[in-house]
């Protein structure tokens, strides 16, 4: 991977996203991690998904007429720089849709948290989620036993 800097936003972001323009932002911003899956040897890729909020989420000025922030958000999403390989994530990863959905739904998770080293940690990983098998399950069960209602002598009231 080449040596790519990038510091944090120095404008404001916007405190939520409205409702209106949360399907907008979920498809784009899926569409950006996938293409990190994809090909995460490419710098490009993790650049546009680390500008992303700095380009799409940054608070807008203020002066003139008012302008509605779901149509901002929009149009500043449509005119957002596409990935490098985006037309080989889509012939790559469409075979595994659960795999990929499970993922974009962890990363977009600490997203919402702010916590992007945890996202990048997921997005870098190898690891795939247990397969729901007897043996498994068994595993679990060993490492996290039941819990007791009866704690050194004293019930739990309800």
Not at 70 to 91: E, G, L, M, N, Y
Not at 142 to 158: D, I, N
């Amino acid at each position: 991977m080449q040596s790519v800097s990038w510091s944090p936003p120095s404008s404001p972001l916007i405190k939520h996203i409205p409702k209106s323009a949360c399907p907008a932002c979920a498809s784009h911003l899926a569409k950006l991690l996938r293409a990190v899956l994809a090909q995460p040897g490419i710098s490009e890729n993790w650049l546009t998904v680390l500008n992303w909020g700095s380009s799409v989420l940054a608070v807008p000025k203020r002066g003139g007429k008012r302008h509605n922030i779901t149509s901002v958000i929009k149009k500043r999403i449509a005119s957002f720089p596409d990935c490098v390989a985006h037309d080989q994530v889509i012939s790559t990863r469409s075979h595994n849709k659960s795999a990929s959905s499970h993922l974009a739904q962890a990363v977009s998770a600490k997203l919402e948290d702010g916590n992007l080293r945890a996202a990048i940690g997921i997005i870098c990983s190898d690891d795939s989620p247990a397969q729901p098998t007897g043996d498994a399950l068994q595993k679990l069960q060993e490492k996290h036993p039941p819990c007791s209602f009866w704690r050194a002598g004293r019930s739990v009231r309800y």
